[in-house]
């Protein structure tokens, strides 16, 4: 799904930013991303979604390493975490980080940090919603 000024927050789940459930998800992610940015001494309205994606994780599944050179920040919305999905691990270059994610958190992290995650051993899907914005302020 993709959200600009002129599209609107469109097929995340098959619809558009006035389908009610999904203009409480735009808002939600709107308003973090909105409250990151001011806190980071960041113009809060200069960003734009680059893309956005459901990731699924399945038994003994896992994320290797990565990070997004494309885009400015990275936010996860962990949608469902059942016990025993792993761990979340973010790299900033220098010292790693673990998070053990609960359900509805949201992590927003530059870009540029690594992020990888443990293989689950939950029966139930780890699911989060991933977005992937550019910052065009300064």
């Known amino acids: 799904c ?19 459930k ?3 998800v735009y808002d939600i992610i709107k308003q973090q991303m909105e409250q990151y940015l001011s806190d980071q ?14 990731n699924v ?26 016990a025993q999905s792993g761990n ?3 790299n900033d270059g220098s010292e790693e980080t673990t998070i053990e994610p609960q359900n509805y958190d949201f992590i927003i992290v530059p870009s540029t940090y690594f992020r990888r995650t443990d293989a689950s051993d939950a029966e139930e899907d780890r699911i989060s919603l991933v977005c992937e914005f550019f910052y065009y302020g300064d």
Do not use: M
């Not at 600009?4 to 009610?20: R, V, W």
């Not at 001494?41 to 459901?54: A, D, M, N, P, V």
């Not at 994780?57 to 059942?82: A, Q």
């Open 57 to 82: 994780r399945k038994k003994s599944e896992k994320s290797d390493s990565h990070n997004c050179t494309d885009s400015s920040f990275t936010v996860i919305y962990f949608i469902n975490v059942p």
């Open 88 to 90: 979340l691990y973010l």
């Open 22 to 24: 999904i203009a409480a």
């Open 41 to 54: 001494g960041l113009e809060s309205t200069k960003y734009s979604l680059q893309e956005s994606f459901i």
């Open 2 to 20: 993709h959200w600009s000024e002129n599209s609107g927050f469109t097929g995340l789940f098959g619809g558009t930013i006035e389908d009610s």
